[in-house]
């Protein structure tokens, strides 16, 4: 059973930055995509970002591209969302999720339904 714990969020004024970290365990960290995800109160969780297996391949939302940055290091079982120029429509609670498939990515990244491991999710809240 896969278990994801994030960190790293917190209250930020709008412009600022914050990393969010995300470490696994329990399943092969590596072999896996992995991606962002974020729940605003009374929304729907939205995709923000993913990467690869081999974290050589990333895709993001349009409302976070070029702000945010995407990464891991499968030797830590650790992925990272680097944010910056934050603004106050990125307040929500960020959640880390890893892909149902080994070694799949495909056009289906941003769909929630195609990760079956979840974090409890860290929170990030935007001042303006």
């Known amino acids: 059973q896969v278990q994801l714990v994030e960190s790293g969020g917190g209250l930020v004024q709008a412009g600022g930055s914050l990393r969010l970290t995300c470490v696994a365990s329990?399943?092969?960290?590596?072999?896996?995509?992995m991606g962002w995800f974020r729940q605003a109160p009374g929304n729907e969780r939205e995709f923000v970002a993913t990467?690869?297996?081999?974290?050589?391949?990333?895709e993001y939302a349009d409302s976070v591209k070029g702000r945010f940055t995407t990464s891991r290091d499968n030797a830590k079982n650790t992925v990272y969302l680097q944010m910056g120029s934050l603004k106050p429509e990125d307040t929500a609670r960020y959640y880390c999720?890893?892909?149902?498939?080994?070694?799949?990515?495909?056009?289906?990244?941003?769909?929630?339904?195609?990760?079956?491991?979840w974090g409890q999710g860290t929170q990030v809240t935007v001042s303006s």
């Open positions: 990467l690869s297996w081999d974290g050589g391949t990333t």
């Open positions: 329990g399943r092969t960290f590596s072999a896996y995509a």
């Open positions: 999720a890893l892909h149902r498939r080994s070694y799949y990515f495909t056009s289906d990244y941003a769909t929630a339904s195609e990760y079956d491991g």
